[in-house]
């Protein structure tokens, strides 16, 4: 899908050439407008047609004056980002029968926030999964017009970084949603070399190669199935060579059945989406590819599936991890950490400015905040601060948990120097506990994304968060701000 960001009233949005229209709509209206558009608008204010709420909408069917086959107006409240976004997924469940293959969003406001949020808003919309449909329905919408009064070159930025965003979180999506049987380590492994090009380098290790490093832990998950491991890695220059990279670590469990301690059948096909936190890598660079900023980044995907079968690991066996520390397998259902640990002593050798992980960790992160934050766990205050306001910026929020050292006694083994689960109290907690073990003293985070990396029910489907939030902290880290915040924004290259 593609973006345009341009400068119009609202009297020449009736003449563009587009399909549909879609008015956000102000409390305070569209300001000194005027033309047929507004006209329509404000009578149907009056009349009474118009609800008053954020997401309210009126649907117009050739206006006279307009070019436009369908206009909706819909109620966008104080103009804020969150309405915005809200509004635009609702105005398009009016279009969606009518399936416009072009678009034009007129904002009243040229507001940074809200500009994004309208991109990502309308591109959530009409996202539409087609990979293992026989009669796919694809997404029609191919252009997307953003109408701002002024259009500024901050708008501009925040407009590309919006479409590079749209674009990272569709490939973690679709890699998310496709069932196991056609996202394979093999297959995630392909997507990332399908990544590699200039400034993009890619990497992919196999079973022998991870043996001969020793990545006990890694190797113990993938023993139970046909499957062949993979571990990539990813590695995006945008900054000098020596210039310490930030390393991104996902979870790639391409299906997690519990293994021998089998999880309940019930949902049980939700754990295809146990790779989300690898998607989300995936996705990551691949809108790096596109942003190019001046930074180096580094993802380690450690990537198999998790299965009960005659060569399987046991509840009680030990296995010794890449770091040399060993591990007592109690619970063979706690695998994303045995996976990641491996991947976190990797990281070591990158020497990262920060490491920061991305996992569908534990159930427990998803009682204790539910679909709407993911957990965040952090040995680190700057590197802290950093992800929470990248995530409240990018509305694609977390909340920091605890990590004091009295949740590490819950993983205290008698027969290895650590076990790998401790007991049902703060799951999410010791889960981080067992992590930190391996991260040594650099500034590390870890995203627990089992409650946010998909929907369950009649929208199943994959979120492709946090690409949003990781996409935002490594452009303000890259010095990319939003020239709100920082003054005017910094391209590659320039002093
Ligand atoms: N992939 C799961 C975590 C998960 C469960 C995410 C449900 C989303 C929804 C993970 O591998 C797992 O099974 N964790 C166990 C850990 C336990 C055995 C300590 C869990 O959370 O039950
Ligand atoms: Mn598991
Ligand atoms: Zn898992």
Redesign the pocket.
Known sequence: MDFELRPMTWAEAAAAETEALILLWPDAGPAGQGGPLVAWVEQAVRDGDLGAEVGHWLLAHRLPGVQARRVVAVRCGEGHAASVGRAVASAWAALQQAAPRTLTLVLAQADEAAASAAVQSIAAASYRYTTTLSKPKPRVLQRVVLAVPQAGSGLQRAVEWAAATVHGQELAKEWANRPANHARPVDLAEAAQALAGPGLQVEVLGPKDVERLGMGALLAVARGSREPLRFIVLRYQGAAKRAAPVVLVG?G?TF?T?GI?L?PAAEMD??K??MSGAAAVLGVFAALAQLRPAINVVGLIPACE?MPGGAAIKPGDVVTSLSGQTIEIL?T?????LILCDALTYAQRFKPRALIDV????????IALGHVRSGLFANDEALAQALLAAGEAAQDPCWRLPLDDDYAEALKSRFADVA???G?PA??V??AKFLQRFVGQVPWAHLDI??T?WKSGKDKGATGRPVPLLLRYLLEQAGEAEPEQRGRPRRKGQA
């Open positions: 979870k469990i997690d519990g301690s999880k939700e754990m989406f146990d998790n619970n259902d706690a695998e994303g950490r996992a569908t960790l534990t159930g427990a992160c998803v790998n689960v401790g049902r799951g999410a010791t889960a089992a409650g990396a």
